[in-house]
């Protein structure tokens, strides 16, 4: 009779120990998934660079950012005819440190090469994209 008791405990405790076990992953997993913002922000960025790439014409610049991790992907993209890849990277650059005052980051680091890729649109149009990958610190 001892043993059955005793035995009868012991699955009471443990199944006691699963269900707060359970109950504290949960709450775990909730505070995880309210923890931060993990998605990747597309920004658009106005053109007020001119002077930095002026030979470039049709500039577009768009900048992937993720908050939680603060990497940025930069995407400078121009006609193929008029791009230089110096005139890219200063507007970069110019970029990135605007980007560093405004979000309240003080350095950046280079996260790979920077690549230049050349493609036509469906009109037959040849364009470059200029991509540059870096990540924010505090």
Do not use: W
């Not at 405790?13 to 909730?30: K, L, P």
């Not at 001119?50 to 940025?72: F, M, Q």
């Not at 493609?119 to 040849?126: A, F, L």
């Amino acid at each position: 009779m001892k043993k059955l008791i005793a035995l009868l405990a012991a699955v009471v405790v443990s199944a006691a120990a699963v269900v707060c076990a359970q109950t504290a992953a949960d709450a775990t997993i909730e505070n995880t998934n309210s923890y931060a913002d993990r998605t990747t922000k597309t920004i658009t960025i106005e053109d007020k660079y001119a002077d930095l790439h002026p030979s470039a014409s049709n500039v577009k610049i768009t900048l992937e950012y993720t908050p939680l991790t603060g990497e940025v992907r930069l995407y400078y993209e121009c006609l193929a005819a008029s791009y230089d890849q110096g005139e890219a990277m200063n507007t970069a650059m110019g970029v990135f440190q605007d980007f560093a005052l405004e979000n309240g980051y003080k350095h950046y680091y280079y996260r790979a090469k920077d690549k230049t890729r050349y493609y036509r649109t469906n009109n037959r149009v040849r364009m470059a994209t200029y991509s540059s990958f870096v990540y924010f610190t505090k």
